[in-house]
């Protein structure tokens, strides 16, 4: 009997580690999500209620967490975006051996571990740091400046650092594939170079640049380390009050309630990035072009 093995089957041990790595923890956490919590004995009772959604829709510390969470990670995509569309552009257009030197100093801010890159930033930014000495060296400055550190500036800033080779790559990426007799064309038809942008390269590049805006976003508002160690009082995270209620206060229901709002929050925000990004004709003829 011949074994015939076909492209199917290769996709059945991704869909097992989706199973197991994505699926059953969800459906665990809607389950907890309607237990209750004996305190007494220190244990999860399969009691079902709804308790814990009705607290998460009228506390608003719930809500502001979330809302914080969210609006963090559309800054910070916005700017990376801002920033890093025009580096990707500009990557694209080096010569090939220049675009190796790019790719490794792009990727440099993955190369350590997140807690030795926020300690990093600590010590440049800390009030004795390499840029208050050299403010106070210069005599800009009588006395440290503290907005440096422990701010929500510092956290945008490192947010930023930790995230933009995911929104620089996507682009970078979309750059490389568009077929330059397109950009040829369009200037030959009179079309002048800021006109062949908008018209052609920008609408081309649009599925790259929707990548990188979801992945951004995505990193951004779920980072926990970050917002904790350098926002001083304004660090607050819904995944910090997450990883307390799981682990502290032994109230998984109320943590499992938590984990699903922000899920759906952030959902439903990157759903609506991705159909806005979708608008556009340019993004729909290449993701069409990809299907086919």
């Not at 700017?79 to 890093?84: E, Q």
């Not at 390499?130 to 800033?157: R, Y």
């Not at 170079?193 to 805006?213: D, H, K, M, S």
Request: aromatic share 10%.
């Amino acid at each position: 009997m011949r074994l015939t093995l076909h492209r199917a089957h290769l996709a059945l041990p991704v869909a097992l580690v989706l199973i197991l790595g994505c699926l059953l923890p969800l459906l665990l956490l809607i389950a907890f999500s309607v237990f209750t919590v004996d305190m007494d004995a220190f244990e999860m009772v399969p009691d079902f209620s709804l308790a814990n959604w009705a607290q998460m829709l009228t506390n608003p510390v719930f809500a502001f967490l979330i809302g914080k969470a969210v609006l963090s990670g559309l800054i910070t995509a916005l700017i990376a975006a801002v920033l890093g569309y025009p580096l990707a552009l500009s990557i694209a257009n080096l010569p090939i051996a220049w675009k190796g030197i790019a790719q490794i100093l792009l990727l440099t801010p993955l190369y350590t571990g997140e807690i030795v890159r926020i300690y990093a930033w600590r010590v440049v930014l800390g009030s004795e740091g390499l840029i208050n000495a050299v403010l106070e060296g210069l005599g800009l400055v009588d006395e440290p400046v503290k907005l440096l550190l422990f701010s929500p500036f510092t956290t945008h800033l490192v947010l930023l650092y930790n995230t933009l080779p995911f929104m620089v790559l996507p682009i970078w990426i979309s750059a490389e594939l568009i077929d330059r007799r397109l950009i040829e064309a369009a200037r030959d038809l009179g079309a002048r170079p800021f006109e062949a942008f908008t018209r052609v390269v920008f609408p081309l590049t649009i599925p790259g640049l929707g990548v990188g805006l979801l992945a951004v976003f995505a990193l951004s508002a779920g980072d926990m380390l970050t917002p904790s160690m350098l926002g001083g009082t304004s660090g607050a995270t819904p995944m910090a009050m997450i990883d307390n209620l799981f682990g502290t206060a032994f109230d998984w229901p109320l943590a499992s309630v938590l984990a699903l709002s922000l899920l759906i929050t952030l959902f439903a925000t990157a759903s609506s990035i991705g159909f806005l990004l979708l608008r556009f004709k340019g993004a729909r003829a290449v993701l069409q072009g990809g299907l086919k």
